[in-house]
């Protein structure tokens, strides 16, 4: 079935540091890839989504692109804050769009001042 | 214009007990799905309704069920809860079958003692 791999984390920085979260998927077809952000105590908020191999999507400084050949949808940003400390999940969905969302474990991202 | 909303917000229930949980989706969606998170993991798909019927429903037992009203508003039912089952509960709604664009709710966090 499909499936989404996430770095492990935690993952701590310094504010103004660049950001790599990877994310790789196993799907059949074409799935839409997400990257979803969970701050504390609060839901999942949509960051960025990218519905077709090559696509960008980018949000608030943060950026990822969607590579079939490598099955990869790695996050950055070129200089996180202290405000973006949070959960981040990389998410699929099913090709056909069924909404049915397969995520990663997670990772926590801590930025320090 | 209000978001997912879910109630309650946090209980705590005893093994062998049931347990409703309840979402309104975002002003004019029309489908709602939900999702298991565990504590230090990533969401589990629960199930999804449209128009009023159960669509998909991922890996979990019979205890689980749901329903949907004519208001598009739903309900998550647990029956004879585990220790297991302790976990955040969240509710998604999007529009028609088929949409990328998903909502989550900020959840109901469930103690199962």
């Known amino acids: 079935g499909n499936s989404v791999t996430q770095m492990e984390g935690p993952v701590t920085l310094s504010e103004e540091a660049f950001l790599t979260i990877n994310c790789t998927y196993t799907a059949t077809g074409y799935p839409s890839l997400f990257w979803y952000v969970q701050y504390p105590g609060e839901g999942l908020q949509l960051l960025l989504k990218a519905t077709k191999a090559d696509d960008k999507g980018s949000n608030k400084g943060f950026e990822a692109t969607y590579r079939k050949e490598t099955t990869s949808f790695h996050l950055e940003k070129g200089s996180v804050q202290v405000s973006d400390s949070a959960v981040y999940f990389c998410a699929l969905s099913d090709q056909g769009g069924s909404e049915k969302l397969v995520f990663g474990k997670g990772t926590k991202l801590t930025v320090n001042p | 214009d209000a978001g997912v909303t879910q109630s309650p917000t946090h209980l705590i229930k005893t093994r062998g007990q049931q347990v409703t949980l309840r979402c309104s989706p975002k002003s004019g969606h029309d489908t709602v799905s939900w999702y298991q998170q565990a504590l230090g993991q990533g969401p589990q798909f629960i199930f999804q309704y449209y128009e009023e019927e159960e669509r998909q429903r991922g890996n979990f037992p019979d205890r689980f069920s749901g329903h949907q009203f004519p208001n598009y508003s739903s309900e998550l039912n647990v029956n004879a809860l585990l220790l297991g089952d302790s976990a955040l509960y969240l509710c998604?709604?999007?529009?028609?079958?088929?949409?990328?664009?998903?909502?989550f709710g900020e959840g109901s966090w469930l103690t199962v003692v």
């Open positions: 998604a709604s999007s529009l028609g079958q088929g949409a990328h664009t998903i909502y």
